[in-house]
């Protein structure tokens, strides 16, 4: 404070008061101080009177000691301050609590705020991190995929190539087996074939020259499944040459296969599939298979397809002798057997 307990130094002067107390004011400078005075004390204060002269250093004696309300009055001022003061503090603490629960939550928010950064940071990171292994397992996965699509066109191309190839090869076989079987089956009847302890044919050729030299006899032999055994007999037999197609000539037919003989008497041209010379469109040799003496497919063939027992019957290409045992039934063994005319 600035103004002081230099009061005892200053104008003093007594105040009447309406409740009948009287107050003392001192005034010093710029500040005025008030003091209640005890009641009864009419002569306590003493009267200034104009024309008196003033005397500044004079001292106002002190008024007797104030009752107890007195000390209530204060006791109720100070109770007053302190009141003032502690609601002041309140405030005080309520601006500070408000200020920093500001301040809080500003950090919070810098907190969050600095942490989603940080999180958006990182996670801009990894994405593009991300991005480019993509992108080389990506560049990667190109270069396998181009790299296995060259490898399917070589492949493929090469497959291609094999099976041009393959296919010029399979052309190739066939021309050579039309060649072949052209010429094989026709070849291979005129030079014969087979072991003569088993399968055999002496060729066209062979008897062809053998015929022509002298008179020569034929006897064909048939056995069926049941093992019954007949025979066919030529008194007379040659073929001509193989520019005459290795025409058949026969005579004087007898014997036990059939009451005609199944072999066609007036001349008949020896057919295979690859030279047919029968008398019918057909092509006997392709329909009933093997070289034979067809005629017009004739009742014979014992160049037939071999059927074993069980599977011999109802088979128009197999080995027959129609006289004997029917056009369908295939026969389990024949022998064509020729000699001199006038063999002893």
């Known amino acids: 404070f600035k103004c002081s307990l230099d009061f005892l130094l200053n104008i003093s002067f007594c105040v009447p008061h309406s409740s009948g107390r009287k107050y003392h004011r001192i005034q010093h400078g710029q500040c005025s ?94 994405l593009s991190q991300t991005a480019e292994q993509t992108r080389k397992l990506t560049n990667v996965e190109t270069q396998v995929l181009n790299q296995t699509s060259r ?40 030079a014969g074939f087979g072991s003569v302890s088993a399968e055999h044919w002496l060729g066209n050729e062979f008897v062809h020259i053998l015929t022509n030299q002298r008179e020569y006899a034929l006897r064909v032999e048939l056995t069926d499944w049941d093992e019954h055994q007949v025979f066919s007999q030529y008194d007379s037999f040659h073929i001509d040459s193989e520019k005459h197609n290795y025409r058949l000539f026969l005579k004087s037919h007898s014997g036990t296969a059939g009451r005609q003989s199944s072999l066609a008497i007036h001349g008949a041209d020896f057919s295979t ?57 295939s026969l389990r063994s024949t022998v064509m057997m020729i000699r001199p005319a006038d063999f002893a």
Request: one cysteine or more; glycine letters at 8%; proline letters at 3%.
């Open 33 to 126: 101080y008030t003091f209640i005075l005890p009641e009864g004390d009419g002569g306590s204060c003493r009267e200034f009177k104009a024309g008196t002269p003033y005397n500044a250093n004079a001292l106002q004696r002190d008024a007797p000691q104030p009752e107890a309300d007195f000390s209530n009055q204060k006791i109720q001022q100070l109770e007053h301050v302190m009141e003032n003061y502690t609601q002041w503090l309140q405030k005080i603490e309520n601006y500070i609590k408000d200020n920093m629960k500001t301040e809080i939550v500003q950090l919070q928010q810098s907190a969050v705020h600095n942490h989603t950064a940080a999180m958006l940071e990182m996670g801009t990171s990894l």
């Open 151 to 190: 490898l399917e066109i070589q492949l493929l191309e090469n497959s291609l190539s094999t099976n041009k190839l393959e296919k010029e090869l399979m052309i190739q076989i066939n021309e050579i087996n039309k060649i072949h079987d052209k010429n094989g089956l026709a070849l291979m009847l005129k």
């Open 273 to 329: 599939k690859d030279m047919d010379n029968d008398n019918c469109t057909c092509k006997c040799a392709l329909m009933l298979s093997g070289g034979w003496w067809y005629d017009a497919c004739g009742p014979s063939n014992l160049n037939g397809v071999y059927y074993r027992q069980g599977q011999h019957v109802g088979k128009f290409n197999g080995i027959k002798w129609h006289y004997f045992k029917g056009p369908s039934y």
